[in-house]
């Protein structure tokens, strides 16, 4: 579907509008209340970009397994994770204890502490590229990390990354155009290739000035590619022969796609890789791991740096003991395959039964997406044929355009909230405490959602 020109949009969006915001505001006057507050103290009173919705978001106080409360005390059924970081759900009894008893103990030793070592570890157990780790605060910084090592281990520059992936905030990987606040000086340290393009990937690394290639190894637009493992698996031999410093970006992936990721569920190991999110059991964290050769750069011994210079690596928060406590115990849940399994499962439930409902009431659109992640793309062109309504990666591309419609999106949004189910910005992710009725629950809530968007012309029909 082409997207709504701007008068469209514009009465599309007092549609939805009219469509929900009178319910929802009566039946959430607590966070509209925070939410007046909070605009006075942050930009826009939210303090993450996703979490920014129209007329205001939830403001929530407690979770629980798949739950979490708001100031009203209304119910969801969170599919916002953690930001995808709780794949075993909120406050899991066992990281929750972990947690509590390092509390008792202290909350920042300032020194090495034994919980770091059992962490890092445990990466090394689980991912397959991790022969060794450090950690950091976030994937952000993971990320930074990550280029900087490879910068500093191939001495050169350039940084080669695929449209529309996402890395963090920081300078390093932000996508080649620039934006506000971004020197113009920082544009020509990075390319930007279409992901799926290894032709495009030879022509780059060709003349081996590239440092590293990073790819977000979840990326959503990555699902639509025809064979995601060959194109991985094209990035380590064109990286391996040119010299280049492969780097999965796997702050999504990690613990997610399997065990050990991405690089276990495609079989193709990088040189590095980022990892945050499950990494610290639902707590602040990040890590790179990879070639020892090239994480050892970080070392005081130049020769474990192989004669480069050493990198610098402060970091208030590194390896923090609380972070640990969380991310020993919950990697040794989530080493277990039954974790990604069941999680996939009820993501893999939760596009069938949205993909049926958008059938029957004859909507365009598609739910899609790789393992425990579901993206909803309504408005696209193609309803997804009958035998492909099982199949784990459908996509549309013209259907992922669609759902950026910002009075799509609204109406989707509060349609779902006023249900009780909380998406993140039209995607779901999964953990093990979804349950089967709370995945019949959400299709429910999305067909009466879709229903009335229908009903009031919001959405075509196909
Ligand atoms: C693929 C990817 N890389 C990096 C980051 C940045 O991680 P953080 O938010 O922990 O800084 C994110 C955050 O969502 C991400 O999805």
């Not at 920042?108 to 991790?130: F, R, T």
């Not at 959503?220 to 493992?229: G, V």
């Amino acid at each position: 579907m082409v997207l709504r020109r701007e008068t469209e949009q514009q009465q599309a969006a007092a549609v939805a509008e009219q469509l929900y915001d009178a319910a929802y505001i009566a039946a959430h006057p607590g966070s509209l209340e925070h939410f007046e507050t909070a605009k006075e103290k942050f930009p826009s009173g939210v303090t993450h970009d996703g979490r920014f919705a129209e007329p205001f978001n939830i403001v929530a106080t407690r979770a629980s397994g798949a739950y979490k409360w708001d100031v009203d005390d209304n119910r969801y059924i969170d599919y916002v994770t953690g930001h995808g970081s709780l794949i075993l759900g909120h406050n899991h009894p066992q990281v929750i204890d972990a947690v509590a008893e390092q509390l008792q103990k202290g909350t920042h030793l300032g020194a090495n502490h034994p919980l770091e070592l059992a962490w890092a570890e445990k990466v090394v157990e689980i991912v397959p590229s991790a022969e060794v780790v450090r950690f950091h605060s976030s994937g952000t910084e993971a990320v930074m990390m990550a280029v900087r090592m490879a910068r500093n281990y191939t001495g050169r520059t350039t940084l080669v990354q695929f449209a529309g992936h996402f890395h963090g905030w920081g300078d390093t990987a932000f996508g080649g155009a620039g934006g506000p606040g971004l020197p113009a000086a920082l544009r020509g340290l990075t390319a930007v290739l279409p992901c799926g393009d290894l032709d495009a990937v030879e022509a780059a690394l060709e003349d081996e000035t590239a440092a590293a290639v990073i790819i977000e190894t979840s990326h959503p637009d990555f699902f639509t590619l025809p064979d995601p493992a060959a194109f991985m698996q094209g990035l380590r031999d064109i990286t391996e022969r040119t010299g280049t410093v492969l780097i999965f970006d796997e702050v999504v992936s990690g613990f997610r796609w399997a065990p050990g990721g991405a690089q276990e569920y495609y079989g193709v190991t990088p040189d590095l890789t980022t990892l945050a999110k499950i990494l610290a059991g639902g707590l602040p964290g990040g890590a790179v791991a990879g070639r020892a050769d090239i994480v050892n750069t970080l070392s005081f011994d130049p020769q474990a740096r192989g004669g480069r210079a050493k990198i610098l690596h402060p970091g208030t928060f590194n390896a923090n003991p609380l972070s640990a406590a969380a991310g020993v115990t919950c990697l040794e849940l989530v080493a277990d395959p039954a974790v990604q399994e069941k999680a996939t499962a009820a993501a893999a439930a939760l596009r069938v039964g949205i993909n049926r409902v958008l059938r029957d009431l004859e909507i365009p659109g598609c739910a899609y997406g790789a393992v425990s992640m579901v993206r909803i793309a309504l408005g696209g062109e193609d309803l997804p044929p009958e035998e492909d309504l099982l199949r784990p990666l459908p996509g549309s591309p013209d259907g992922r355009e669609a759902t950026d419609d910002p009075a799509l999106r609204r109406a989707l949004n509060l349609g779902m909230l006023m249900g009780g189910v909380q998406l993140f910005n039209a995607r779901a992710i999964t953990s093990i405490a979804h349950s089967d009725e709370d995945i019949a629950h959400t299709v429910a809530t999305f067909a009466e959602t879709a229903e009335k968007m229908k009903g009031v012309g919001l959405l075509p029909a196909s």
